[in-house]
């Protein structure tokens, strides 16, 4: 092949290359641009998706809403009765002490399952201790003996024992006798009607006031509630602390108390 043919052939080659390097050019631009715009329009949705759900419950469009407040209660008059008995004994010796504590007490339990038809699970110890004693004399400790103390916590479901009962903690000789309280053993029941009760308090106001203030009702937006969790009623304080035992015991009035339940109602308005 000729010399200027050859030359002829390669220009021909670079030509056909350099017209296919131009469409590739254009192509990386336009790609650019295309990633750049999709950047943008996935940070405009992210943003737009963190304004409308910023906070836990909030709608994208605001609803007009009026909150109101209903009350329920519900008298109860407890049912079980809740009490610690306890028995303080000291000897010289250690292993004295803890054997008329432990016969004396065991002796109690027993009468209360036996007697008054107490049932185990409602029998608890509450505690269990071994102290040194100690006398001042002539600026120094002498060991006077040891101090051995035990206490249940007893759970009293007839309420009628109540009084037998602590007759016979006295009796039996225990020392430590007290935080008598009365409770509602399974208060949920009575807490569901006190329920019941505030929902309808709260919807029979709602019905009052959108028809003074001419609105409609719409859809329960929020609920919530709180009570007043019936605890312990404590009783006057009964103690036969450091008596040494008692005589009979004082009839014993349960009286009563209420569950109130308070709920708080959001309605949506049109």
């Known amino acids: 092949m000729a010399g200027g043919e050859q030359f002829e052939l390669r220009n021909n080659f670079i030509n056909l290359n350099y017209k296919f390097m131009i469409p590739n050019k254009y192509l990386t631009i336009f790609a650019s641009i295309l990633i750049i715009l999709l950047a943008v329009w ?56 803890q054997a008329e504590n432990t016969d004396k007490m065991n002796a109690v339990i027993e009468k209360l399952k036996k007697d008054f038809n107490v049932d185990a699970q409602d029998i608890q110890t509450a505690n269990y201790n071994i102290y040194p004693q100690y006398d001042w004399s002539l600026n120094r400790q002498i060991l006077r003996g040891y101090q051995v103390s035990q206490n249940v916590n007893l759970k009293i479901r007839d309420l009628n024992k109540i009084s037998e009962i602590l007759a016979t903690a006295g009796a039996s000789g225990l020392n430590q006798v007290g935080g008598l309280s009365f409770e509602v ?70 009286g009563s108390t209420e569950i109130i339940m308070t709920v708080n109602v959001e309605y949506e308005i049109y």
């Not at 909150?67 to 000897?91: H, M, R, S």
């Not at 006190?194 to 329960?220: M, P, T, W």
């Open 42 to 97: 996935v940070g405009v949705l992210t943003r737009n998706s963190l304004k409308a759900y910023r906070y836990i419950g909030q709608s994208v469009e605001q609803k007009h809403s009026i909150n109101i407040t209903g009350q329920g209660k519900v008298a109860v008059v407890p049912d079980i009765a809740k009490i610690q008995l306890g028995l303080q004994t000291e000897d010289k010796s250690i292993a004295k002490a």
């Open 185 to 254: 053993d399974e208060p949920e029941t009575l807490k569901q009607q006190a329920r019941e009760l505030a929902i309808k308090n709260a919807q029979e106001k709602s019905d009052a006031l959108a028809k003074i203030v001419g609105v409609k009702l719409g859809r329960v937006v929020s609920f919530s509630e709180y009570s007043n969790e019936p605890g312990p009623m404590p009783y006057e304080s009964y103690a036969l602390k450091g008596m040494g035992g008692g005589g009979a015991a004082a009839a014993i009035e349960t």
